[in-house]
Nanobody
Framework: QVQLVESGGGLVQAGDSLRLSCADS????????MGWFRQAPGKEREFVGA????????WLADSVKGRFTISRDNAKNTLYLQMNNLKPEDTAVYYC???????????????WGQGTQVTVSS
């Protein structure tokens, strides 16, 4: 059974940085894409970014471009989301996901992490 385990969330101030991690339990990551999504209270889950695992190509939502970076460590089967210059509107539960069923920007992935809370105070 595939497990995605996230870590790295927390409470920070505006302008601070955080790095989220998502460890994939599979011995070898075979997925083509992994993604990050977030869901703020009262809002729908939204796309943050994605990476094509074997090539390292990345895509980011316009709202986080220039502040967030996606990367992966093949040896550790771990996905990262580096978040810089955080803003209060980045406050949300962040989820990693693997194996999209359709477009990688849609929240229709086969596997999901449990979510990690990121709270940014002003």
């Amino acid at each position: 059974q595939v497990q995605l385990v996230e870590s790295g969330g927390g409470l920070v101030q505006a302008g601070d940085s955080l790095r989220l991690s998502c460890a994939d339990s599979r011995r070898t990551v075979t997925t083509y894409y992994m993604g990050w999504f977030r869901q703020a209270p009262g809002k729908e889950r939204e796309f943050v970014g994605a990476i094509r695992w074997n090539r390292g190509s990345t895509w980011l939502a316009d709202s986080v471009k220039g502040r967030f970076t996606i990367s992966r460590d093949n040896a550790k089967n771990t996905l990262y989301l580096q978040m810089n210059n955080l803003k209060p509107e980045d406050t949300a539960v962040y989820y990693c996901a693997a194996d999209p069923k359709s477009d990688y920007r849609r929240d229709e992935y086969k596997y999901w992490g449990q979510g990690t809370q990121v709270t940014v105070s002003s």
